[in-house]
């Protein structure tokens, strides 16, 4: 059964890149046909996408975040990452990996509480 | 970019049917899934595709689609369905086109 785990700091100051990995267990992070992704949810508020790799390497993410977000893969560990520069307290968030096939968010990790405070 | 429209609460008697829609220009195109979550977890998901539910969730739960609304139907809504629900589906503008999700619905079952 595939899992999802996120894992980085709970804490990030104002100005300074948020780093987070979601480490994919049960399968193979290079399996065909799926997007690996980024969504957030600030406190009290909705769900909003960051960001996805597909498969063969290619990369999507949020037109609002475009300029400050990275996700990358690490194959060899199966793992995935987030970088999110310049952060504020607006990007202070649950912050959830998931992984698309053609049937929508299937399969999400726990999420993990990042906040930016000095 | 697109943007998908939800109510923000809706509410509903325990067991009778409830249904929760999504607006949006880019579901003339593409179907929405739904998720449910509920305090404290990560979202499930409930509904994909034209109607169909991952194994697991309960055939009360299903979706429809027109135009450029999508719904989500729970007949014979259960105490255990109150949660926030969201659609979700891409930008208008191609395959690869960014996600974006509905502002989210709490359902209220009375």
């Known amino acids: 059964q595939l899992q999802l785990q996120e894992s980085g700091p709970g804490l990030v100051k104002p100005s300074e890149t948020l780093s987070l990995t979601c480490t994919v267990s049960?399968?193979?992070?290079?399996?065909?046909?799926?997007?690996w992704g980024w969504i957030r949810q600030p406190p009290g508020k909705g769900l909003e996408w960051i960001g996805s790799?597909?498969?063969?390497?290619?990369?999507y993410y949020n037109p609002s975040l475009k300029s400050r977000v990275t996700i990358s893969v690490d194959t060899s560990k199966n793992q995935f990452s987030l970088k999110l520069s310049s952060v504020t307290a607006a990007d202070t968030a649950v912050y959830y990996c998931?992984?698309?096939?053609?049937?929508?968010?299937?399969?999400w990790g726990q999420g993990t509480t990042v906040t930016v405070s000095s | 970019s697109s943007e998908l429209t939800q109510d923000p609460a809706v509410s509903v008697a325990l067991g009778q049917t409830v249904r929760i829609t999504c607006q949006g220009d880019?579901?003339?195109?593409?179907?929405a899934s739904w998720y449910q979550q509920k305090p404290g977890q990560a979202p499930v998901l409930v509904i994909y595709?034209?109607?169909n539910r991952p194994s697991g969730i309960p055939d009360r739960f299903s979706g429809s689609s027109s135009g450029n609304t999508a719904s989500l139907t729970i007949t014979g809504a259960q105490a255990e369905d109150e949660a926030d629900y969201y659609c979700?589906?891409?930008?208008?503008?191609?395959?690869?086109?960014?996600?974006?999700f509905g502002g989210g619905t709490k359902l209220t079952v009375l």
């Open positions: 979700n589906s891409r930008d208008s503008s191609g395959n690869h086109s960014p996600w974006v």
């Open positions: 049960g399968g193979s992070i290079s399996s065909s046909s799926y997007y």
């Open positions: 880019s579901l003339r195109s593409y179907y």
């Open positions: 595709g034209k109607n």
């Open positions: 790799i597909y498969y063969s390497g290619s990369t």
């Open positions: 998931a992984r698309r096939g053609s049937s929508g968010w299937r399969v």
